[in-house]
């Protein structure tokens, strides 16, 4: 499972990251710090992802509406149900020996 960004910047802006470009884009996005990437966070701290993806995609939420950006970048979280029921029926059964 994947964490769902819609690449809005909002969560840079909120700390003035000095690598947000003027186009909303993290110029070290592959090399970004692990505190960046809430995809290594929900595994460093060992926490279920379904749950962490959830609640740092509602704080996104909560920053679009703080800078007054469009509704157009919130991701529905309704996707992640859908990309992890997705994940499971694609997942390869294992033979049974």
């Known amino acids: 499972m994947k964490f769902l960004c819609s690449?809005?910047?909002?969560c840079c802006k909120a700390i003035s990251c000095s690598y947000l470009t003027s186009e909303m884009k993290c110029s070290i996005y592959e090399t970004r710090p692990?505190?960046?990437n809430v995809q290594k966070m929900a595994d460093i701290r060992g926490v279920d992802r379904l749950s962490w993806f959830i609640q740092n995609t509602l704080?996104?939420?909560s920053l679009i509406d703080y800078y007054g950006m469009?509704?157009?970048f919130k991701i529905d979280i309704l996707d992640?149900?859908?990309n992890k029921k997705r994940e499971?029926?694609?997942c390869p059964?294992?033979?049974?020996?």
């Open 70 to 72: 469009s509704e157009d």
């Open 88 to 90: 499971v029926e694609e």
């Open 93 to 97: 059964k294992k033979d049974k020996e």
């Open 59 to 61: 704080f996104c939420h």
């Open 80 to 82: 992640y149900v859908t």
């Open 7 to 10: 690449g809005c910047g909002a």
């Open 34 to 36: 692990d505190i960046c």
